[in-house]
């Protein structure tokens, strides 16, 4: 061995080093953060699937996130851990991933001491600390995916073939974590068999394997929900659950593009929420008027140093790398799915690159300005964090309210009507009667009979019922947008003349 080839051995192990710490630094420090209780909807959903993974009820909801659910499962059999726990214990080992593997990507494609900058911005991002911290499937996906990255750029630079395998199982683990991922991973194989220009047979291999690793999943998936279905075709088991999910956006303009109306102003508003929103959303700027000021100063003077002073050779192959799955994503994304940031996690570590690597090679003083862009986030995230790990969500406070007005031994005479917090009821209080709908006819026998009744929807009032607010659950949008307002009402009912 060469004493260049041992220094450069030597190099790798220190790196390889340096990213198992930040890998074990970020994941103690999500954990240790995790919000009290599940937060919304989807972490509720994922909570009942490690219980009873049933898909046809929406435990989780289809497409099944079924390595998400498999890991939850694996915490709560091996480690007897609360179903809750095993959930943010995935959660943030994701958020560690996906910051140890940034980091060495960055040190890989620019130097290490930008790849300690965007590390270090990238732990304290609003949008990654409040994703980590609670129990949804973005953050794992996320760094199974920063993985897939990290083998296919050292399989372009050192062309072993285990590294493409090594790819082409991260891509398979995040598409079965987040099944919608699928498109994305795939380009983020091709990329380097493409710019690598490899054979026709090395291509079949990696695609092969890429979709033995997602048979994996899927086939264990699909012989599960066919077995809660017997009626049901195997061969359209998993087709049906699937369509059916996508086919409740086709009238939701807020999450699918073609459900608008294509104006001017629905299109600029989605562009605000989603592509605006990477900054006001995701970097938190929108906490006050001040941070929002700051934000877009500091921002504004990062993007025109960067395209005046940071561009080289070493950004242009950085960009043809990213560049087509970050498309990919960012498409599916603003086409398919609202504007929730934490969809848009893989964008942040490209877009810290530009905001920091033009101001770090301007020269002194001027490039102590880039403490700037940590500085912000971090006095950002702080409150953020306190107060996601200290409050339960608003939906949580509601049941807990109720909850503190009947003993258990009266709750089963107490309906529930919640077409927002239903599954929160369900979860943390499953022994009230509790109704996902405005009650239709055939639930007058289950409202005249109830001792008492409340609802967090303001449409049931009518010319039958009035309604009294009792309680209004608030949280910061930052934290997370779903349900950050939630208000509880008693329904009375109109005495008849």
Known sequence: MTPAEMEHGDSSQHSLVKAVFLFFAAFALYFLTHSPALDEIDAVQFAMGVRSFDLWHHQPHPPGYPLFIFFGWLGTKLFHATTESSLYFASAFGGGLFIATWFSIIRAQFSERLAWWVAISLLITPVVWMTATRAVTDMLAAGFMSAELLA??????????GLIVCAALMGAAAAGTRPQLFPVVAVILGIPLKQASVNAKTWSFAYA??????????????????????????????PELAYGQWRWRLNLPSVY????????????????????GWFWKG???????????AG???????????????????????????GPWLLVDIAIVFIALP??????LMLFPPLLVIMLRGVLRLPRPWKLSAICVPALLLYIVVPLAIE????????????????????????????????????????YAPQFKILDHVPIAEDEEV???????????????????????LAVFRRSMLIYPQNRRVRLYIVERRRSS
């Open 257 to 276: 593009i073609g459900a608008g109306d294509w104006s001017p102003h629905y299109l600029g508003m989605r562009f605000v929420r989603h592509i605006l």
């Open 296 to 322: 877009i100063v500091l921002t504004t003077w990062a993007i025109i140093v960067y395209f005046r002073f940071g561009r080289e050779a070493i950004d242009q192959r950085f960009w043809r790398f990213h």
């Open 152 to 161: 296919a750029i050292c399989f372009l630079k050192q062309g072993k073939r």
């Open 209 to 238: 394997l890429l979709v033995a690793g997602c048979l994996l999943w899927l086939l264990p998936m699909w012989y599960i929900q066919s077995q809660l279905r017997p009626n049901v075709p195997f061969w359209r088991v998993y």
């Open 447 to 469: 409202l005249r009979n109830a001792a008492a009744v409340y609802t967090d929807d303001m449409s049931l009032k009518g010319k039958d019922f009035y309604l009294i607010e």
């Open 388 to 427: 996601n790990h200290r409050d339960e969500a608003p939906a949580v406070r509601f049941v807990r309210y109720l909850e503190k007005l009947y003993p258990p031994s009266k709750r089963g005479n107490v309906l529930l009507i919640l077409p927002v917090v239903y599954r929160s009821a369900q979860w």
């Open 283 to 293: 970097f938190g700027f929108i906490q006050s008027p001040r941070v929002l000021a």
């Open 339 to 344: 504007g929730d940031q934490r969809y848009y």
